[in-house]
């Protein structure tokens, strides 16, 4: 086998390697069926365990009580920008939503489909570099709506904003789903693509509280409607069945490793370790978020010119530290250190960019 790199791409990310290693093992013959995961029906017993397995250990890793729903859904993150509103917007009334870069964006177009959106804090005026503080949403709003982690800017909720006690806050958690310890009890639901930190590409996990599950109204398709995941337990249809393998496969691993409270001392730790090395850097590195609003999972910076970034994403790369390009949409550097990520690479990484400096300054 070629040597494994330090995979810093924001999605989709690195894998542990430990679920890797089981699914290679698994591949031709998962627990003596004769077969693959990939060849296995969804209506059989070897993928019902697979498949319950994964809710439960989701259930268990985030303490999510027994009136939230946990579905398995495609169609990516952003098919929940749309079926947000299209079950829980109650006519009339209109919904919250907090801009805090491209992603929120994007949700917030897809809710004006199905009414009035109150925009009711951003940042986009100096390019999405914080979060906003003391939110004030409208206690006769549908729901409200916030993007836990921006994952282009590298900014990150550290505290829940409060709703009006009959207002339920949606959240896209996408990229930082499983990051820290959170209370989903101030959730009415939450969504995540599960490519960057809990699996691979393919599947989307989706926690709703049971409240809110009969709010749809009738007339919207079968498969919009969360209710209909729900009553056949993410089995309406064919679900991503590898998809969901693998993420039960990398959340057995998050388990292991004192499950999310350990993550969280662990990610805490990975982003110290280069936050330090910008700070530390007399202004070469430049942070883009601003320091009480810093993300645990996307670093984002820049350096001197443009020139110096092509230079050290290259010289990085060379060095087995791949991905460490920004967006395209604000340039400069993003390191993504996702659950996955090890201090190990997030270690080697900081030894890198520290030496680059002393080379180029
Ligand atoms: N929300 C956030 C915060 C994201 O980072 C992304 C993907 N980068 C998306 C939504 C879109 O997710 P998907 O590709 O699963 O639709």
Redesign the pocket.
């Known amino acids: 086998m070629t040597k494994r790199v330090f995979n810093f791409y924001?999605?989709p990310a690195t894998l542990p390697l430990p679920a890797l290693e089981q699914a290679q093992k698994d591949l031709l013959n998962y627990n003596n069926s004769g077969m693959s995961v990939m060849e296995l029906s969804h209506r059989s017993k070897e993928y019902d365990a697979i498949h319950h397995d994964a809710t439960d250990l989701v259930r268990t890793l985030m303490k999510i009580p027994n009136d939230y729903h946990i579905l398995w859904v495609q169609g990516?993150?952003?098919?929940q920008f749309y079926m947000v509103p299209q079950n829980i917007h109650v006519k009339g009334k209109s919904m919250d939503y907090v801009n805090t870069g491209v992603?929120s964006k994007k949700a917030i177009k897809e809710a004006q489909l199905y009414g009035d959106v109150n925009v009711v804090a951003s940042s986009e005026d100096t390019t999405f570099s914080y979060i906003p503080q003391d939110i004030t949403f409208h206690k006769d709003a549908s729901y409200a709506h916030i993007?836990g982690?921006?994952?282009i800017y590298g900014t990150e909720y550290h505290t829940t904003p409060k709703t009006p006690s009959d207002v339920p806050l949606a959240c896209?958690m996408?990229?930082n789903i499983m990051d820290k310890v959170i209370n989903v009890k101030d959730y009415g639901v939450i969504y995540a693509?599960a490519?960057?930190n809990i699996g691979p590409a393919g599947v989307?996990l989706l926690i709703v509280r049971e409240d809110l599950i009969n709010r749809v109204p009738d007339n919207t398709p079968t498969m919009q409607k969360w209710s209909t995941h729900v009553a056949k337990d993410s089995l309406f249809n064919t679900p991503p069945c590898w998809s969901i393998y693998m993420c039960k496969l990398a959340l057995e691993h998050l388990k292991q490793q004192g499950g999310v409270p350990g993550i969280e001392k662990i990610n805490r730790k990975k982003a110290d370790t280069l936050y330090k090395v910008i700070d530390n850097s007399n202004g070469f590195y430049k942070g883009h978020a601003q320091k009480d609003s810093r993300s645990l999972m996307n670093v984002t910076f820049n350096l001197p010119t443009p020139e110096l970034e092509a230079q050290c994403v290259e010289e990085g790369k060379n060095k087995g530290l791949i991905g460490l390009k920004g967006h395209r949409s604000i340039g400069g550097m993003r390191a993504s250190i996702y659950n996955a990520m090890t201090l190990k690479g997030v270690q080697t990484l900081a030894t890198f960019l520290q030496e680059f400096q002393k080379q180029h300054e």
């Not at 990516?76 to 098919?79: D, H, I, R």
């Open positions: 924001a999605g990516g993150a952003s098919t992603w993007t982690n921006n994952t896209d996408s990229s693509g490519q960057k989307t």
